[in-house]
């Protein structure tokens, strides 16, 4: 697929998590920069995404990119993020053994296959199952997993030692994640474990992008086709309360 493309996909994708969106666009911008006017593909993507700070985030720095140079220096940046959160998730949380996590996040993956946790639990993540997609690859990384339904947390939490999760936006008051990691975070409460949020400082929303952040509702045929009022968003605050430690490598 070329770059053109991707970036007209990137706006509707339910089920990358916001780093590999963020890092696709960056690339294609880098191979498109001065060949194409992609400046509206990529507005496009802030509005179909508007729930995940890191891809707005991105999106801005490309937009006022001048040149490929400022682009390129922009990806060596990100990764560097991101591999410093990692590095200190790892040095961090290397002596949990037993660990709940949610839905599909590469922090989180690239954080467990450093630790080697004993035991990974995790749900499936309705509807685009994104946690069955996690459980895959710490399968085949040689890690023990184990895959429940979205609301079975509360069965193994007291096997669990701590809880990592992503966040698709770090705000003033409280962390944004799939839906389901409020539940997460109060079962982590009530048992009296950590629950630890690791997120890149892209994650955290810069003042200028606030008011083009919110929460989409989604097809309410994904949950029922009965006539009836349907709730159906991805993602979900959980107040900082709830948090015993945000990791950004910071």
Same mark, same amino acid.
């Given at each position: 697929?070329?770059?053109?493309?991707?970036?007209?996909?990137?706006?509707?994708?339910?089920?990358?998590? /916001? @780093?590999?969106?963020?890092?696709?666009?960056?690339?294609?911008?880098?191979?498109?920069?001065? =060949?194409?006017? *992609?400046?509206?593909?990529?507005?496009?993507?802030?509005?179909?995404? %508007?729930?995940?700070?890191?891809? !707005?985030?991105? #999106?801005?720095?490309? +937009?006022? #990119?001048?040149?490929?140079?400022?682009? +390129?220096? !922009? =990806?060596?940046?990100?990764?560097?993020?991101? &591999? @410093?959160?990692?590095?200190?998730?790892?040095?961090?949380?290397?002596?949990?053994?037993?660990?709940?996590?949610?839905?599909?996040?590469?922090?989180?993956?690239?954080?467990?296959?450093?630790?080697? %946790?004993?035991?990974?639990?995790?749900?499936?993540?309705?509807?685009?199952?994104?946690?069955?997609?996690?459980?895959?690859? !710490?399968?085949?990384?040689?890690?023990?997993?184990? $895959?429940?339904?979205?609301?079975?947390?509360?069965?193994?939490?007291?096997?669990?030692?701590?809880?990592?999760?992503?966040?698709?936006?770090? +705000?003033?008051?409280?962390?944004?994640?799939?839906?389901?990691?409020?539940?997460?975070?109060?079962?982590?409460? *009530?048992?009296?474990?950590?629950?630890?949020?690791?997120?890149?400082?892209?994650?955290?929303?810069?003042?200028?992008?606030?008011? &083009?952040?919110?929460? $989409?509702?989604?097809?309410? /045929?994904?949950?029922?086709? +009965?006539?009836?009022?349907?709730?159906?968003? *991805?993602?979900?605050?959980? %107040?900082?309360?709830?948090?015993?430690?945000?990791? /950004?490598?910071?």
């Amino acid at each position: 697929m070329d770059c053109v493309k991707v970036l007209q996909s990137l706006g509707s994708d339910r089920v990358s998590s /916001s @780093n590999t969106i963020a890092l696709k666009m960056i690339g294609c911008s880098i191979e498109l920069f001065g =060949k194409y006017n *992609y400046s509206k593909l990529i507005r496009n993507i802030m509005e179909g995404q %508007p729930s995940m700070a890191v891809v !707005l985030n991105v #999106a801005n720095r490309i +937009l006022k #990119a001048k040149n490929k140079e400022e682009l +390129l220096g !922009l =990806k060596r940046e990100f990764l560097n993020a991101e &591999k @410093n959160t990692i590095s200190k998730a790892v040095d961090s949380l290397k002596s949990y053994r037993k660990v709940a996590t949610i839905s599909y996040s590469r922090t989180v993956l690239e954080t467990l296959k450093f630790t080697r %946790p004993k035991r990974v639990f995790i749900s499936v993540s309705h509807p685009a199952r994104e946690g069955e997609k996690l459980a895959q690859e !710490l399968i085949s990384c040689g890690l023990d997993v184990v $895959l429940f339904e979205d609301v079975t947390y509360s069965l193994v939490m007291k096997d669990v030692d701590a809880v990592f999760v992503g966040a698709d936006a770090v +705000l003033d008051d409280c962390i944004v994640n799939k839906i389901g990691s409020f539940y997460l975070a109060l079962l982590a409460d *009530y048992f009296k474990r950590d629950f630890f949020v690791l997120a890149n400082k892209f994650k955290f929303l810069s003042d200028d992008l606030k008011g &083009k952040y919110r929460i $989409l509702d989604m097809d309410p /045929s994904e949950i029922t086709r +009965l006539n009836c009022d349907v709730v159906n968003v *991805y993602f979900e605050k959980v %107040p900082l309360k709830f948090v015993k430690e945000i990791i /950004s490598g910071e």
